[in-house]
């Protein structure tokens, strides 16, 4: 699969460069690369997606990230329960 979408997005920008080339003032060249560009996107997301680097890293950070903020609202909420008279 991963074989076919780089094949698809090598004809996809061999393509848009020809189109360019051909028509540069043309009006249908702007569409066709917008198309292209949205192709391109949605190829790298079904190829990479959860397997990506990014992603693992994210699975990584996001639990410590969750466990900072929670520690970061109890202290607010512990210095704010100082600051408040008793009533």
């Known amino acids: 699969m991963s074989r076919l979408a780089l ?3 090598l004809v996809v920008i ?3 460069v020809v189109l ?3 028509a540069i003032r043309g009006t249908l060249v702007p569409l066709l690369a917008v198309v292209a560009l949205i192709a391109l996107i949605a190829g790298g997301n079904l190829l990479y997606g959860k397997d990506s680097h990014g992603a693992a890293a994210q699975a990584r950070i996001r639990p410590a990230q969750e466990a900072r903020n929670r520690a970061i609202d109890e202290a607010r909420r512990a210095a704010a ?3 408040t008279p008793p009533a």
């Open 7 to 9: 094949v698809a997005g």
């Open 14 to 16: 061999t393509a848009l």
């Open 20 to 22: 360019a080339a051909i």
């Open 81 to 83: 329960a100082e600051d």
